[in-house]
């Protein structure tokens, strides 16, 4: 009995030891991030230089998320800024005194195309003040390359390289999957959607002709823009990149530095000799998102009441509440524009834009709080990566739009898929239905068979009415012929730079543009930036997490390589209703 006793005592002595042990790690871990949440101010010494390298993905918001930042391999947090704090600090360090330059070390940058478009003029602007930028990489990708190429200096390691090789774009396919699970898409997309492809995925193996024509031409577009940028910076021929590029000839650090792509080839030591010789002295090393909470001294002024609210669409648009700050609810949207609408101390509104599009009635509803925003001040969309589709839909009735000459938008077209599961249900899994009617369509919409001709005529006639009344909405709001209109859109995309051609958007520009030319057309001066939608506190939040979504964000964090697919997959599951959506879910490298 002694022996049972003592054995059940030390069995509850450890398990309350563990408990002790988690619990005071779990204080440790929120204790962490929320110090990390409350941005103590530093101070940067004379002759620093920023240290930046990318951690996260680029967002145009700063995550403040508790988890979004939180390692939990090292438990250990991470600030990872967002573009809106990325471009904020770089034009502070262009203002320091106490900065003399920038030191990028890079091998990647985890932003679309348009994002690093905007960092990359950012750095330019810096770069005018007389200030330094310096560039190192084991390796460089072509937009970690396309970002180094502004720098006074780039430099390579020894056995590094630079992947120069043209852009490709890769589109998943689900067809033949459907076709062995025996599951039929019912696709309706209406009578003018040539370009409308978002569906081809599930009924193709393969790009349908004028799919890949738009693909080709948004692409070339884009290689091209980015080759006269490094023409411009690295005096290298178009022709000449274009055959190093198709001949794979900078797999190597000394053919990278034959062709001028990089100014030297070293160690990591040796460029910090040389930045430490262009300093002067012994620089003092701040990393980028640490410079973050320094404060620079302003000039006394008074503090004004005025505002422009900056609005933050990211993600697909559905119904209802917002996920999280990855996803735009309409409900969530809507209540944000209306909330700067009503506030009186907002003079102006900006609204940045990075959608591939989504639900069609979500969508109209943030269109109609953005109607009526912009009958009463100004309004102004700032269109991200990507601004297509149900994205563009949201952004017809601003007062002016800006895009980036790589940003992803148009997309007029709209499309309905209805699944039959019938033989899928019958066959693989051996399970039937009946059913008993009192109308001749009572089972509209049944998942479980297959339309009739009349349903299929039906639904096929909401598209095309939908179709028409959004090709109408930008035909009014961009003040262009109806015809005209319909001619450029059929689901077409285009990049920012034809977009504005065609007369789709007003200029190109950035999220600061957008931000200045707002404060211009509500005749400010002295303004401060509010941001919708509101963040929930942090411990509310940091119960959210606790639910569920952090362990949710650790297994697709293990998963990262499949997570393009996995995202695609969970798209189709979602949608619901007739859809404004980006033909296709591309990345392009």
Do not use: C
Not at 269 to 287: F, Q
């Amino acid at each position: 009995m002694k022996q049972f006793f003592k054995f059940m005592f030390a069995s509850f002595a450890g398990t309350l030891l563990t408990l002790i042990l988690i619990l005071l790690l779990f204080a440790g871990m929120v204790a962490s991030i929320s110090s990390m949440a409350q941005k103590e101010t530093v101070k940067a010494k004379p002759h620093t230089v920023l240290h930046i390298t990318w951690k996260g993905p680029i967002l145009d918001r700063t995550p403040e998320n508790p988890f979004e930042n939180f390692d939990f391999a090292t438990l250990k947090p991470h600030r990872t800024l967002g573009l809106n704090d990325i471009l904020k600090d770089i034009d502070k360090a262009a203002k320091d005194p106490h900065v003399d330059g920038i030191f990028l070390d890079m091998e990647t940058i985890p932003a679309g195309m348009a994002t690093t478009e905007e960092i990359y003029n950012k750095l330019k602007d810096f770069k005018k003040t007389g200030k330094f930028i310096v560039s190192y990489a084991n390796n460089y990708d072509q937009k970690a390359y396309y970002l180094a190429s502004l720098s006074d200096k780039i430099y390579l390691n020894p056995q590094g390289l630079v992947l120069f090789k043209g852009l490709h774009a890769q589109i998943m396919f689900l067809k033949n999957l459907l076709d062995k699970l025996e599951i039929k898409a019912q696709v309706i997309r209406g009578p003018n959607n040539k370009y409308k492809s978002a569906v081809e995925p599930l009924l193709l193996d393969k790009m349908s002709k004028a799919n890949r024509q738009q693909m080709q031409d948004l692409l070339g577009n884009i290689w091209g823009k980015i080759l006269t940028v490094l023409h411009e910076n690295r005096g290298i021929s178009v022709d000449e990149m274009n055959r190093l590029a198709d001949s794979l000839s900078l797999f190597d650090a000394q053919q990278a530095l034959k062709y001028h792509f990089v100014d030297g080839i070293a160690y990591r030591d040796m460029v910090m000799d040389s930045l430490k010789k262009r300093v002067g002295t012994k620089p003092y090393y701040m990393a980028f998102d640490k410079y973050d909470r320094v404060e620079l001294k302003k000039k006394t002024e008074k503090i004004s009441r005025d505002r422009i609210a900056v609005i933050y669409a990211l993600g697909e648009i559905n119904q209802g509440e917002s996920k999280d700050e990855t996803s735009i609810g309409s409900v969530t949207l809507a209540k944000a524009i209306r909330e700067a609408r009503t506030n009186k101390h907002v003079k102006a509104i900006v609204m940045r834009v990075n959608s591939p599009g989504g639900d069609v009635l979500a969508s109209d509803v943030i269109r109609r709080e953005v109607e009526l925003a912009a009958k009463s001040k100004p309004f102004i969309v700032s269109m991200g990566d990507v601004a297509a589709s149900g994205g563009y839909w949201i952004s017809t009735d601003a007062n002016f739009i800006f895009a980036q000459p790589v940003t992803i938008t148009g997309s007029i077209g709209v499309f309905g898929i209805i699944p039959d599961l019938q033989k899928f249900m019958n066959k693989k899994l051996g399970i039937t239905f009946d059913k008993v009617m009192t109308n001749k369509n009572a089972d509209f919409v049944d998942v479980m068979a297959p339309l009739n001709p009349l349903q299929k005529q039906r639904l096929n006639d909401g598209i095309t009415r939908v179709y028409h009344q959004f090709v109408s909405l930008v035909a009014q709001s961009r003040h262009l012929n109806k015809k005209y209109v319909d001619s450029i859109a059929r689901g077409r995309v285009w990049s920012g730079s034809e977009a504005l051609k065609l007369g789709l958007v007003d200029s190109l520009g950035g999220m600061q543009d957008a931000i200045a030319y707002a404060a211009k057309k509500a005749k400010l001066k002295n303004y401060r930036i509010t941001e919708y939608p509101k963040r929930k506190a942090f411990f509310e939040e940091l119960m959210n997490e606790l639910s569920g979504k952090a362990q949710a964000r650790l297994v697709d964090e293990q998963l990262q390589a499949f997570e393009p697919y996995l995202s695609e997959i969970k798209m189709w599951s979602r949608m619901k209703g007739i859809q404004a959506r980006l033909p296709f879910v591309m990345k392009i490298e």
